[in-house]
């Protein structure tokens, strides 16, 4: 399935996928300063990345952001494997673009 990031990502290896958001505001609790608001087009708010992680601290509210959102809107298209394990960890292996192949199979 291709994942379409919305427009108002800023460029990096998190984003939200386009049309996905329903603002239920809890990604935003979590990751403050990583986490946006804007309208689309069509006059609807939407969540976007406004700043990508600088620092572990940040990469962990990021991941916490991803395991909050209702929807799971929140992705990861990078290859740092520190990342996809936390996320394969927490069982959030589905929020990954592209995970490792374990054994044979994908590591989720």
Do not use: W
């Not at 399935?1 to 919305?6: A, C």
């Not at 984003?15 to 309208?39: H, K, W």
């Amino acid at each position: 399935m291709t994942r379409v990031p919305h427009p108002a990502n800023v460029p990096g290896d998190y984003y939200v996928e386009d049309g996905c958001c329903t603002m239920c505001m809890l990604p935003f609790n979590e990751a403050p300063d990583l986490i946006g608001e804007t309208s689309d087009p069509r006059g609807y708010s939407h969540c976007f990345v406004k700043r990508q992680p600088r620092s572990k601290r940040e990469t962990e509210q990021m991941i916490s952001a991803i395991q909050v959102a209702e929807l799971r809107c929140i992705r990861y298209r990078g290859n740092d494997v520190n990342v996809l394990s936390r996320l394969v960890e927490l069982g959030e292996g589905e929020a990954c673009d592209v995970l490792p192949r374990v054994g044979g199979r994908d590591a989720t």
